[in-house]
């Protein structure tokens, strides 16, 4: 059964603090993206990666970083945490060998305070 | 300005009814069009994928409309059930591996 995990379901910072939220995936895909979940403004996509060390700008990037050191494994960091990024964040892959489902994680409820 | 939008937030439909969910887009050229099912705190699960040169795709109980002309595409759940209450996310696969969503439309099917 395919799987896209998340490290934490909830997640409570402080303003200025660095976080780091982790993707794995275990279906061997080429393409893994980060998206943020609000209330009103649906799902956004802030950065995607179509291989290892590759990565690129989606609808908001800023605030954001990512790093993809390993195919299965997608890391979203935010550098300084602030009080509008408090969302619901969404990591998903999909095969890059064509026009693809994406397989979404569970998600990870961000709390910036 | 590209847009794509879903018709309403919110839809109310009558058990054993038709259920049609629509998505609108605009100054975008997608080459596929995706629905998603999103059940409250999880995931979105995919669903159903047309392709640009297709009219209509079929799954079971769902059936889904892509016209590139009118730049729209229909969604359809025949035979609804209360299980089927959710909210539904039409996605555009643009042709440099994006994936954009629409915000959605809460379903709910009533008994």
């Known amino acids: 059964d395919v799987k896209v995990t998340q490290s934490s379901r909830y997640l409570v910072k402080r303003t200025g603090e660095k976080v780091f939220l982790e993707c794995v995936q275990d279906?061997?895909?080429?393409?893994m993206f980060w998206y943020r979940q609000d209330p009103g403004l649906g799902l956004r996509l802030i950065y995607f990666?179509?291989?290892?060390?590759?990565?690129e700008k989606g609808d908001i990037p800023e605030g954001y970083s990512v790093s993809r050191e390993k195919k299965e494994r997608f890391s979203l960091i935010l550098e300084s945490a602030s009080t509008n990024q408090t969302s619901m964040y969404l990591c998903?892959?999909?095969?890059?060998?064509?026009?693809?489902?994406?397989?979404f994680g569970p998600g990870t409820r961000l709390t910036v305070l | 300005s590209q847009k794509i939008e879903q018709n309403s937030e919110a839809l109310n439909i009558q058990e054993g009814k038709t259920a049609t969910l629509t998505c609108n887009y605009t100054?975008?050229?997608?080459?596929?069009l995706q629905w998603y099912r999103q059940d409250p705190g999880r995931g979105p699960v995919f669903l159903l994928l047309?392709?640009?040169?297709?009219k209509e795709k079929r799954k079971e109980r769902l059936k889904v409309t892509f016209d590139t002309t009118l730049k729209q595409s229909l969604f359809h759940i025949t035979a609804s059930q209360p299980a089927d209450s959710a909210t539904y996310l039409c996605?555009?696969?643009?042709?440099?591996?994006?994936?954009?969503f629409g915000k959605g439309t809460r379903l709910h099917i009533l008994p």
């Open positions: 998903a892959s999909r095969s890059g060998s064509s026009y693809n489902e994406q397989f």
């Open positions: 279906m061997d895909h080429e393409n």
């Open positions: 990666s179509y291989d290892v060390k590759m990565k």
């Open positions: 100054n975008y050229s997608p080459a596929y």
């Open positions: 047309i392709r640009e040169n297709e």
């Open positions: 996605a555009l696969d643009l042709r440099d591996d994006k994936i954009i």
